[in-house]
């Protein structure tokens, strides 16, 4: 080790022609702070080479000179990865800088496994995730859903992203639905938004109807004073019931049966995502209890029921 003053120098690796040396030094500035670089040299040796000559008097066969940047973020390199890598550690998780952004994309891969249900087997098996944490990352799920459909109440979005969206959080239409089916379909002329399977294993029906595009809960004049159903909503009704009454048509069909992978039919029902109820008045408020009130096998619910419904399950 060498000292010249504001330097520092360190041969690395001595051999009869060559000599290779890494050397610190410090660069001021007017300011008062300073940056230290690092120079990393192959030199080649004189017949009269010293131990503690200067660098610019060696001739030198490579350089490489580091400003502070660059230094800086090689000993960070260093530091985290030489020791996982001298031990065959391809990728890794370092556990002093466990939020860094760079470790997501570690996790990404690990979850991006094509083999989904040996992933999930090996989580369970090794406790990987804790009870407590899947039910924050559950919970946290179904809040980022609420503000997401809060976000799109304010948008002019076709019926597309909404069935998408319900797609992914069915659970906001009742804990009596366990799972979206795969097959939408009823028979070659009747196609359903979601066909889904009770907790009790049987069949139900829902379908929406976006929020927009001039679909108005109610008529625009009273009925003998009443609040009555839009021709929008009463059309929606009609092609609810008619799913009801065509899946019941089906439910001895053995192919009908397969198609559903098992779940029963018996007695369906349905859901109706109808419209908007943000600026109702009490009369139509109680107007909707009474409209739902009147029917056995279907349920309707404006958006923001299924809103309030979303806040209410999360606790907000």
Known sequence: MSRIEGRLAKTLLSKPTVVTRAVFWRIPHNSGIEDICLKIG????????????DLETLQP????TLVQEEFRALIEFLQESYEPFRQGVKAFIPLEQPFHNENAKQIRALFSLPNKLGLIQFI???DVIPEELMSGLNQARRVRAVLELQDMLNKNLKESPWQKWFQENSWVLGSQFVRVLEERQIDTQHISDFLMETYDGFLDV??????EG????WSQTLDHGNHVPSVELTKAITQASRYIYEIEREANSVKFQQRLGGVRTVKPRCVLVFGRSNVWDD?????????????????????DHVLERARSICGL
């Open 214 to 217: 001039g679909m108005n809960f």
């Open 283 to 303: 009369e139509q408020t109680e107007a909707y209890r009474i409209l739902n009130s009147s029917f056995h096998n279907l349920t309707i619910l404006t958006y």
């Open 61 to 64: 066969k490579s350089e490489l």
């Open 124 to 126: 369970l098996d090794n």
């Open 206 to 211: 829902v379908e929406i109807k976006r929020p």
């Open 42 to 53: 192959r030199y080649k040796k004189s017949a009269y080479f010293s131990v503690g000559e």
